[in-house]
């Protein structure tokens, strides 16, 4: 079991910190785990002009799975964008063909009360959205700012081709099939060429699981029902930039971004594991950051590319047992219980894996 570790930028290293320790109790306890940490993002950058270097790609190809905090920074922003932060991890995603991004929306019960959202519209909510993560207008060509009649005008390209739309579709229903069999797609199938075909193909499969019940939504109603009513959800299926939009407005249905996990699988089940989160440079360093999502990744890695469900439950366990206890890093703190911050939360895992 090898997994590459690159911790990133801002709160990036002192996220994956937490994570490391509990990598450690698991190899205390005899899973064969092997890490190893390089640098990416700005890092990257910072270390051998790069933001995905060489040796870091090198380690995260050969490594089963990859554990990533986060990047991005102030001082990277008027970088050319080749040399930015966020290239590094487009890249690897890239390189490594992860194409399926699986971003669970679960919200623990003793958050509740750290939602936004009121209690009935947000308890027991548990929801699966399933971001397409290598094409779409991240990738297409082509883009870039050109002139054009006197003035500079910026260019991007929205592009999906059929077999892309097929795979991602597929992860859908297999997801769907293993919950309870709804799957909705969400597209802009009434404006976008891309979205017509998407629709297309994605009903094409659907012929493939007659069990699961599969609905279409366009975006911008489903930003809104998500807010609205968000348990009518079950697994959401969608393309990249929806997917980047609605998964983040999805993780405020959890009480915190500082939750949320995530899995990039590419089609033989390896994965980098994150935290949907950013680098969060505005508290980096101050030990303020929740370790909790990174965490709750790593439970993921051991789950979808490890194939060890009972150490995955296990350590989601150990998270629900520290919610329990009360212990809160500052996002998710309410009045009347502990506030620690990011180490205390790591400890407070720790000690629940261990009893
Ligand atoms: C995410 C992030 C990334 C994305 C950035 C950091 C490139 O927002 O993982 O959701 O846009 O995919
Ligand atoms: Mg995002």
Same mark, same amino acid.
């Given at each position: 079991?090898?997994? #590459? ?42 270390? #051998? ?304 894996? #261990?009893?």
């Amino acid at each position: 079991m090898k997994i #590459a570790v690159l911790p990133g930028d801002g709160i990036g290293p002192e996220i994956i910190a937490q994570a490391v320790r509990v990598l450690e109790w698991l190899k205390r306890d005899g899973l064969p785990l092997r890490w190893q940490q390089a640098p990416a993002g700005g890092a990257g950058y910072d270390a #051998a002009g790069d933001p995905l270097p060489p040796d870091t790609l090198r380690l995260a190809r050969e490594a089963d799975a990859i554990l990533f905090g986060s990047v991005g920074g102030v001082q990277y922003d008027n970088l050319p964008r080749p040399k930015r932060p966020e290239q590094g991890l487009l890249r690897l995603r890239q390189e490594l063909g992860l194409f399926a991004n699986l971003r669970p929306a679960l919200l623990y019960p003793e958050l509740v009360g750290a939602s936004t959202l009121k209690p009935e519209v947000v308890s027991g909510l548990d929801i699966l959205i399933l971001r397409e993560l290598t094409g779409d207008i991240y990738f297409g060509q082509p883009r870039g700012i050109r002139e054009q009649g006197g003035e500079r005008q910026g260019f991007d390209t929205m592009l999906y081709s059929e077999s892309e739309i097929r795979r991602i579709a597929r992860v859908g229903f297999e997801a769907a099939m293993g919950r309870s069999r709804r799957l909705c797609s969400v597209d802009k199938a009434n404006v976008l060429e891309t979205s017509m075909l998407w629709r297309e193909v994605v009903t094409e499969v659907a012929k493939e699981y007659p069990q699961v019940e599969l609905s279409h939504m366009y975006v911008d109603n489903a930003a809104m029902q998500l807010v609205r009513n968000p348990k009518q959800f079950d697994v959401i299926v969608t393309g990249n930039i929806f997917g980047d939009i609605l998964s983040d407005e999805a993780s405020m249905l959890t009480g915190s971004i500082g939750m949320l996990p995530s899995a990039s699988l590419d089609a033989a089940g390896k994965g980098l594991y994150e935290p949907i989160h950013g680098s969060a440079p505005d508290i980096a360093g101050k030990d303020l950051a929740n370790p909790l999502a990174t965490i709750l990744s790593l439970a993921m890695m051991l789950r979808y590319t490890f194939r060890r469900e009972e150490m995955a439950r296990r350590i989601e366990d150990g998270v629900r047992r520290v919610l329990a206890q009360g212990y809160r890093t500052a996002d998710i703190w309410e009045p009347g219980l502990k506030k620690v911050g990011t180490v205390q939360m790591g400890d407070a895992v720790v000690a629940a894996l #261990a009893g």
